[in-house]
T-cell receptor, first 111, second 111 residues
Framework: KQEVTQIPAALSVPEGENLVLNCSFT??????LQWFRQDPGKGLTSLLL?????REQTSGRLNASLDKSSGRSTLYIAASQPGDSATYLC??????????FGAGTQVVVTP | DAGITQSPRHKVTETGTPVTLRCHQTENHRYMYWYRQDPGHGLRLIHYSYGVKDTDKGEVSDGYSVSRSKTEDFLLTLESATSSQTSVYFCAISLFWGEQYFGPGTRLTVT
């Protein structure tokens, strides 16, 4: 069974620092990997989708890398802002088309 | 934002009563999903649909049934609600095994 792990579970950084969020998965037979953001009491917002054939994907201040052979993805958020405070979740689509989620990393960016 | 609505947004019900949650989309996406989110367990797939009248079980399907009679609607039914089904329920849609878009969630409390 696919296991998705996110470390650390929580992270606090001062405004302006770069954020580095890690996601690891046990089965490299994935279709794609998706990063989400969730604000308290809200639904999930899709940030980036990386296909299994891609190494990275970028959107504005966000950059996500994927190393399928080692079962790892990293989300980089440049020049963090207080508005980046949220929980970030990664999820992999397995070979049956189903998403398996990590538990998330709770991020606090202090002014 | 993807055109996904969930109703009701909040519900309190008693143990043993039937409950139906509705997910409605305006995107004409083929795939629809129901997840539940619980502290300590993260997001888990309950059921999903890959077309009208085509559904399959997810990781935590016991006690739940689904129906999809139209492309735009996916219903989740708790036949006899139990306290263990107190949770936040999210609907999601996708075109294929691609990027998933989530609804705002339904907070269900079973007393």
């Amino acid at each position: 069974k696919q296991e998705v792990t996110q470390i650390p579970a929580a992270l606090s950084v001062p405004e302006g620092e770069n954020l580095v969020l890690n996601c690891s998965f046990t089965d490299s037979a994935i279709y794609n990997l998706q990063w989400f953001r969730q604000d308290p009491g809200k639904g999930l917002t899709s940030l980036l989708l990386i296909q299994s054939s891609q190494r990275e994907q970028t959107s504005g201040r966000l950059n996500a890398s994927l190393d399928k052979s080692s079962g790892r993805s990293t989300l980089y958020i440049a020049a963090s802002q207080p508005g980046d405070s949220a929980t970030y979740l990664c999820a992999v689509t397995d070979s049956w088309g189903k998403l398996q989620f990590g538990a998330g990393t709770q991020v606090v960016v202090t002014p | 934002d993807a055109g996904i609505t969930q109703s009701p947004r909040h519900k309190v019900t008693e143990t043993g009563t039937p409950v139906t949650l509705r997910c409605h989309q305006t995107e004409n996406h083929r795939y629809m999903y129901w997840y539940r989110q619980d502290p300590g367990h993260g997001l888990r797939l309950i059921h999903y649909s890959y077309g009208v009248k085509d559904t399959d079980k997810g990781e935590v399907s016991d006690g739940y049934s689904v129906s999809r009679s139209k492309t735009e609607d996916f219903l989740l039914t708790l036949e006899s609600a139990t306290s263990s089904q107190t949770s936040v329920y999210f609907c999601a849609i996708s075109l294929f095994w691609g990027e998933q878009y989530f609804g705002p969630g339904t907070r269900l409390t079973v007393t």
